[in-house]
């Protein structure tokens, strides 16, 4: 099985703060790791420098053998992705937004359409295809983000704290939209809410003040620690 992504001794120095320490992970085509650690762990810094949103200070990314840093376009266009908080303009509808990032992504008119319509379907938008973004509610934003993410129907997505800010409910639907926007396709999820980690991924990398400290599959951690909450707590100076 090939790799996605391969993230290579990735540092980032922040005017002298250390973000991410020599960070190496490889994650493998259609599997669903979540990147797991308290806030300030070096989760969002990871997640930018995989999308090519910011340079490092040493290392290298590479999706699905393409070098982020030396041939981004190429390496991206294979990319869905939900980074911090999502925004759309105000004044435009759902089918608005996508119609006109589909089109900066290059996609056919004809097609684009037909995927509109799907993933609108898919997040559960489908009743508020032409209703200015205004009025949407942060969850229902949220739901358009994922399916912005999902329109060009890449092989990996990458999702930053999906799940952040969200009510329950909001929650709750979320984690159901992922379990079955993910069918077939490479997740690589930032999160420190164990219980969408546990309900969405298999996998977890456990960072700490930009350390790896642990990359194994959830039922490893739990046999070993007890519990994944036992491990994060054990390997971690963040709370939960």
């Known amino acids: 099985m090939r790799e996605s992504i391969v993230i290579d001794g990735l540092t980032k120095y922040y005017n002298g703060f250390l ?16 990147l797991l650690g308290p806030n300030g762990a070096g989760k ?17 990314v590479y999706i699905e053998g393409t070098n ?6 190429k390496a991206i266009s294979k990319l869905g992705t939900l980074i911090e908080t999502p925004e ?4 435009l509808t759902p089918r608005e937004t996508l119609s006109y990032l589909g089109r900066l992504r290059g996609m056919e008119e004809e097609k684009l359409e037909d995927r509109i319509e799907e993933v609108l379907e898919l997040v559960r938008l489908e009743k508020w295809t032409d209703v200015k ?39 709750t639907e979320t984690r159901g939209i992922l379990k079955e926007a993910r069918k077939g396709k490479t997740v690589f999820l930032a999160s420190h809410l164990l ?23 959830i039922s490893n951690l739990e046999r070993k620690y007890g519990s994944l909450e036992k491990a994060y707590l054990e390997l971690t100076e963040g709370s939960i």
Not at 19 to 24: E, M, Y
Not at 68 to 73: A, H, K
Not at 158 to 169: F, M
């Open 88 to 91: 759309f303009y105000p004044f």
């Open 19 to 34: 973000a991410l320490d020599n960070l190496s992970l490889k994650i493998k085509n259609k599997e669903d790791v979540a």
């Open 195 to 217: 219980a969408e980690v546990i309900q969405v991924c298999r996998k977890v990398a456990l960072i700490d003040r930009g350390r790896l400290q642990a990359y194994d599959r």
């Open 68 to 73: 982020v840093f030396e041939e981004r376009e």
């Open 44 to 60: 969002t810094t990871t997640l930018k420098l995989v999308c090519g949103l910011i340079r490092p200070s040493s290392g290298a």
């Open 133 to 171: 973004i205004e009025k949407f509610s942060r969850g229902m934003k949220q739901r358009l983000a994922l399916a912005q993410a999902l329109l060009h129907d890449p092989p990996i997505l990458i999702l930053d704290e999906p799940a952040l800010g969200l009510d329950p409910r909001g929650m």
